[in-house]
């Protein structure tokens, strides 16, 4: 299994930046994808960023041009840097690591960090 300890969120003006981690201890070696979810209040969770063991990329639409997400294999840490911040990025940002052992895929999730954007 794989533990995830996000860190990094807190209070930014717009067009601010900030950076979040995502630590991940556990079974390393098994961690295919990571990347960064989003959930408003009242809205559903949403897939901001991934990265594969291979570095490729993937971004939402809304953060292309804005947000970069990067990954640290000799620390086992995945990075989402946030700049022009917006108040529509106001969320709380989840990491998530997909990886597969024995067989079996799993699904980790990091306890959360907020991000708020003030106007």
């Known amino acids: 299994q794989v533990q995830l300890v996000e860190s990094g969120g807190g209070l930014v003006q717009a067009g601010g930046s900030l950076r979040l981690s995502c630590a991940a201890s556990?079974?390393?070696?098994?961690?295919?994808?990571m990347g960064w979810y989003r959930q408003a209040p009242g809205k559903q969770r949403e897939l901001v960023a991934a990265i594969t063991s291979g570095g490729s990329t993937n971004l939402v639409d809304s953060v292309k041009g804005r947000f970069t997400i990067s990954r640290d294999n000799a620390k086992n840490t995945v990075y989402l840097q946030m700049n022009s911040l917006k108040p529509e990025d106001t969320a709380v940002y989840h990491c998530n690591a997909e990886s597969a052992e024995a067989g079996a895929f799993y699904d980790s999730w990091g306890q959360g960090t907020q991000v708020t954007v003030s106007s």
């Open positions: 556990g079974s390393i070696f098994s961690i295919n994808t």
